[in-house]
């Protein structure tokens, strides 16, 4: 039985055999003891995404007591869902990112618990995932742009819409009535500053 550990572009933690290609965390929200979530799905505003491989470094998933892992199709996916790079093991990442959050948002670079913060704020309302009005067109979003459309995320890339599924991106045509804005504002004006997340190579496919 897959573990209850893989993180939906809503933010849901579900189970799930596929893996993802990033891994990232919310603090401790499992019991160490059987594996299993507590009912909290957050010990704190840093919800992160990291490598999946950091130093050669290999954890005892969900068997330790130091945070609890998580892990994500693609970076997009992780963005979607309310998290940001982590600066420790992505440093670089993390530094883009927020250097495009600055431009995207206005002000000087900010603290990682200044993002933290503002996430928070955009990704959850009474305790589920927060949706957001789309700015504009759907066309218009920026590369890496995730919304909610009758029940399903998609994508959207160089203005085409395609569907995510746990094991990869699926091509699709483009909803017509759009429940909302997955991505929070705030990351949201960091792509179209121009932070670019690693996406999965599904898409790569698909856009050949």
Not at 43 to 48: E, I, R, T, Y
Not at 140 to 147: F, I, S, T
């Given at each position: 039985?897959?573990?209850?550990?893989r993180?939906?572009?809503?933010?849901?933690?579900?189970a799930?055999s596929?893996r993802?290609?990033?891994?990232?965390?919310?603090g401790?929200?499992?019991?160490p003891?059987t594996?299993?979530l507590?009912?909290k799905?957050w010990?704190?505003?840093?919800?992160?995404v990291c490598?999946?491989?950091?130093?050669g470094?290999?954890?005892?998933v969900?068997?330790g007591r130091?945070w609890t892992?998580?892990f994500?199709?693609?970076?997009?996916?992780a963005l979607a869902a309310g998290?940001?790079p982590?600066f420790?093991?992505?440093?670089?990442?993390?530094?883009g990112?927020?250097?495009?959050?600055?431009?995207?948002?206005g002000g000087?670079?900010p603290?990682?618990a200044?993002?933290?913060?503002?996430?928070?704020r955009?990704?959850?309302?009474?305790?589920?995932?927060r949706l957001?009005?789309?700015?504009?067109?759907i066309?218009?979003?920026?590369?890496?742009?995730?919304?909610?459309?009758g029940?399903?995320?998609y994508i959207t890339?160089?203005g085409e819409?395609f569907?995510?599924?746990?094991?990869?991106?699926?091509?699709?045509?483009?909803?017509?009535?759009?429940?909302?804005?997955?991505?929070?504002?705030s990351t949201?004006a960091a792509?179209?500053?121009?932070?670019r997340?690693?996406?999965?190579?599904?898409?790569?496919?698909m856009?050949r």
């Open positions: 039985m897959p573990l209850q550990n993180v939906t572009p809503g933010g849901e933690i579900v799930m596929e993802g290609f990033f891994t990232g965390n919310r401790i929200i499992h019991d003891a594996r299993l507590l009912r799905r010990a704190g505003k840093a919800w992160l490598h999946l491989d950091y130093q470094r290999r954890r005892d969900m068997g130091s892992e998580l994500f199709l693609d970076e997009a996916t998290h940001r982590c420790f093991c992505r440093r670089a990442a993390a530094e990112f927020r250097a495009a959050w600055a431009r995207g948002n000087n670079p603290a990682a200044a993002m933290d913060a503002a996430l928070h955009e990704r959850l309302q009474r305790g589920g995932k957001h009005a789309l700015p504009g067109r066309a218009a979003l920026p590369d890496g742009a995730m919304v909610a459309a029940g399903d995320a890339i160089g819409c569907r995510w599924s746990p094991g990869g991106y699926r091509a699709a045509v483009p909803p017509t009535a759009i429940d909302g804005l997955l991505t929070p504002p949201l792509l179209a500053a121009g932070y997340p690693e996406l999965h190579p599904s898409l790569d496919t856009r």
